[in-house]
């Protein structure tokens, strides 16, 4: 059994991973943290993770960025294992997570769900192939009209992902509009839209000549990533110190 701490259990992902917890007989949460007490929940839930004084296995942290030096600290002290999920953290704070892992295991990456990574995983493979054979590749994602980074987090992995195997000879283009050329063979083209409600979009396009191949994934939900952090948390637990990502859940 997997014991966690639920860092910021009553926001929208905390919740989510607790329902998705109440169904799994190899985890449980053993407390929670949060500043906001308008959610009863099954366990205890304290005001800052600093006064919390129950024993677990890992935390699994959905929070704020204000947040993060009192976690890192209490997890290196504590020596419990974390999967960070919080974005939008600044460079001393990503700094900071990199001198915590030489104390403990940290899982860090830029998209929980597994689909994502095993998508990162294909690409990997298949781009040397595709791109040897003369294919373009663009990349295009759909967020919610309120997501305010473009492009995302997720589209730069997966183009990350595809040079990584060729040692980043290829040249990311966010923006044609002022370039009046033939496009060069050796880029990759990121497109982004935003509206309504969707959760997130992201296709990978292989374009060759008189055929089209286009990887795809939608998440229709916020729980895809809970379930990804749930799976690492239970990945997590005894870890060695260092940083891990969802590539080595996915390989364990």
Do not use: W
């Not at 997570?97 to 295991?105: C, F, I, P």
């Not at 040249?171 to 990759?188: A, C, F, G, M, N």
């Amino acid at each position: 059994m997997t014991k966690v701490i639920m860092h910021g259990c009553n926001g929208k992902m905390g919740q989510t991973i607790t329902r998705l917890i109440e169904t799994d007989e190899a985890i449980e949460i053993a407390a929670g943290v949060d500043v906001y007490d308008g959610i009863s929940n099954t366990y205890p839930v304290f005001k800052n993770i600093a006064e919390c004084d129950v024993e677990a296995d890992v935390v699994i942290d959905f929070s704020s960025p204000v947040c993060m030096d009192a976690l890192l600290d209490y997890c290196a002290d504590k020596k419990v294992p974390v999967v960070l999920c919080t974005t939008g953290l600044t460079k001393a704070q990503l700094d900071k997570v990199q001198e915590t892992s030489k104390k403990v295991a940290v899982l860090k990456s830029a998209n929980m769900s597994m689909g994502i990574n095993l998508l990162q995983k294909v690409l990997k493979d298949i781009s040397p192939i595709l791109a040897e054979a003369g294919f373009d590749i663009e990349i295009v994602e759909k967020h919610h009209n309120l997501k305010k980074d473009s492009p995302s987090g997720t589209a730069l992995a997966l183009g990350d992902s595809i040079n990584e195997a060729f040692e980043e000879k290829f040249e990311y283009v966010y923006d044609r509009s002022d370039r009046s050329i033939v496009r060069p063979k050796q880029e990759i083209g990121f497109s982004a839209v935003r509206g309504g409600t969707i959760v997130g979009d992201h296709d990978v396009i292989f374009a060759g000549e008189d055929e089209v191949i286009t990887l795809s994934h939608r998440a229709y939900s916020k729980a895809v990533f809970g379930k990804g952090a749930v799976q690492a948390a239970k990945f997590l637990k005894g870890k060695a110190a260092g940083m891990y990502d969802m590539s080595d859940v996915i390989n364990a």
